[in-house]
């Protein structure tokens, strides 16, 4: 029974991502024939060169989605190097826990609200530092260079890669490495950079991509803070879906295709500077080392991780703060007045996509939950450890831009009879989850001491009772940390829902993306702010849940 498991999974996340994908390329070269597309050729090709912006929205897109990733990368090498095996550094897992929890969108937002001329930043210093008695005429937010854009990236994606950092970390004997290093003369830092970082690249190596093909085609955060004209590539593709001329299809799939081409070269790049890194730094790599104290390292990275995790909690404060402002007239710090009227009004029209959002994201946690431990498992019982090789194929999804083959996927289940329902909707987020619950609960699950196990046999020999009463309590603070993050994954899914919902469902995420583009900055907070809180209370539980169960002996491990 276990071993289908990994079929299983396989075939219901490749066999539809694989279909969709071919779904639009089709039209990508004009066979469509619901909509009259009956003759392939270039013409969908040329109508979206020919697109007003085409070529500075592929600029941006290539720009934003490298600087971004090798900013991140830059910054956890970075802070990982000088400050590794410091008290901060012990404890930056509980620093970012909150950051990681927050959706993309909710942090975009919120960053929005900070830096913009009349944000929060703004006011806390004018008019007593910059004079500023009107918000000044700068385009901060949707700057035409994307800057605003890449810092929104960052403040997600440095948190997610410091966690995938720390997990590799656990993995080598990173103590022992640097101590020998450290022997040999070599300063911390550099003893990070030479001994350490090889061992543990390979292993990150994967969420880096999926980094990369992130920055490059998301389109929520870029509808909040990227440039409007022309967009990224992503937005522009998306707002040709979503044109009401159906005949703006063909192109749009053209785009879609093409940012696929685009993900997959970037990626490319980034595979070859992978490869001739080693060539260019052999000399610094094999040169002696000096006796340095690095304070200057460790004062300069810990001042970039602390200025990530400042915008990010200001950001979400200045979501709270907007929600209850009555009246706020620049350069006040504050608002002048504060009321609850604003929740009051909305607090029925946030039932629908609140409720939607929470019953999406528990169904997809908790099937990416099953699936997970049906896989690992599988590999313990059967002993396969983790050289169940296939199992790598389902981070496809987090590789390959959604807007790639999420149109397809729509039209397949329009042909099934499933757009538009409760399973093509969690189905739609379960392709995003899975990898992440599956990634958070691989290394915990297969480091599990099988002597519990084996005891257990002998004493019950049912391996299903084993699994219930043994090992699933003894794992059930890792499970439940994963079962959050897989919740926080689906909150945040933008596209997702809007192509497998078929505009029966909405969720918070697409609620706040709309009203991002609003007028009144409380209404947008309010949703903002909800949408950001549910993820924060899943991460609460699953920390204060087993220390309640241990608390009352009841065998939570």
């Given amino acids: 029974m276990l071993r289908l498991f990994p079929v299983v999974t396989l075939a219901v996340f490749l066999a ?13 070269f004009g066979y469509l024939p619901a909509l009259g597309g009956h003759q392939v050729g270039g013409a969908p090709w040329q109508r979206l060169l020919a697109t007003p912006g085409f070529w500075t929205s592929v600029h941006l ?20 190097s000088a400050m590794h095996n410091t008290r901060l550094f ?17 942090v975009a937002i919120g960053l929005a609200f900070l830096i913009a001329p ?30 605003s854009f890449v810092l929104g990236l960052l403040l997600k994606e440095v948190p997610y890669l410091m966690f995938m950092t720390l997990s590799a970390l656990n993995q080598i004997r990173s103590g022992e490495t640097l101590v020998a290093a450290r022997s040999l003369g070599y300063p911390p830092a550099a003893a990070w950079l030479k001994t350490v970082l090889p061992q543990i690249y390979p292993q990150i190596r994967l969420p880096v991509y999926a980094v990369l093909a992130f920055s490059m085609s998301v389109v929520d955060v870029a509808v909040v803070l990227a440039p409007t004209n022309p967009p990224p590539l992503s937005t522009l593709v998306f707002r040709m879906f979503t044109d009401r001329d159906l005949a703006v299809v063909f ?16 990626l490319g790049v980034w595979r070859a500077g992978e490869l001739g890194f080693p060539m260019l730094t052999r000399r610094w790599l094999t040169a002696g080392g000096t006796h340095k104290t690095g304070a200057g390292l460790r004062a300069m990275w810990t001042a970039v991780m602390a ?20 009246t706020w007239f620049y350069p006040r710090a504050l608002p002048a007045a504060w009321t609850l009227s604003h929740w009051e009004r909305h607090a029925a029209d946030l039932a629908g996509p609140g409720g939607t959002t929470l019953a999406t994201g528990l169904a997809a946690a908790l099937l990416a939950m099953v699936l997970s431990l049906g896989c690992l498992q599988n590999e313990r019982v059967n002993g396969l450890g983790s050289a169940a090789r296939a199992l790598w194929l389902l981070y496809t999804p987090l590789l390959v831009p959604q807007i790639a083959f999420l149109f397809g996927a729509q039209m397949l289940l329009v042909r099934m009879g499933l757009d538009g329902t409760w399973i093509a909707l969690i189905w739609s987020h379960l392709l995003f989850v899975f990898p992440y619950v599956f990634l958070s609960l691989a290394d915990p699950w297969r480091s599990f001491d099988l002597r519990y196990r084996n005891s257990a046999l002998a004493l019950t020999g049912s391996p299903l009772r084993t ?6 309590p003894l794992m059930g603070r890792p499970a439940l940390f994963a079962l959050a993050i897989g919740f926080a994954v689906s909150v945040g899914q933008y596209l997702p829902t809007i192509f497998a919902g078929g505009g029966r469902f909405t969720t918070l995420t697409v609620e706040a993306v709309t009203l991002s583009s609003g007028s009144d900055a409380r209404v947008t907070g309010i949703y903002a702010l909800v949408q950001a809180g549910l993820p924060l209370l899943a991460y609460m539980l699953a920390i204060a849940y087993p220390a309640w169960r241990y608390r009352h002996r009841k065998g939570m491990g």
């Fill in 16 to 28: 539809p991502v694989a279909a969709g994908m071919v779904a639009t390329a089709l039209p990508a």
């Fill in 251 to 266: 192109p749009a799939c053209a785009g879609a295709c093409l940012q696929l081409l685009l993900v997959v070269a970037m």
């Fill in 118 to 147: 009349a944000g929060w930043a703004s006011r806390l210093v004018s008019p007593g530092l910059t004079g500023w008695q009107r918000p000044p005429d700068l385009a901060i937010v949707h700057d035409a260079g994307g800057l």
């Fill in 307 to 326: 200025t990530m995790v400042a915008l990010s909690i200001l950001g979400t404060l200045s979501l709270a703060v907007w929600s209850f402002t009555q």
């Fill in 61 to 80: 897109t290539v720009q934003s989605g490298l600087l971004a990733t090798l900013l991140a990368l830059a910054i956890v090498i970075g802070f990982c």
């Fill in 90 to 106: 012990r404890r930056a897992q509980v620093i970012l826990s909150p950051l990681l929890a927050t959706p993309h969108v909710a």
């Fill in 467 to 472: 699994f219930l009463r043994i090992e699933l």
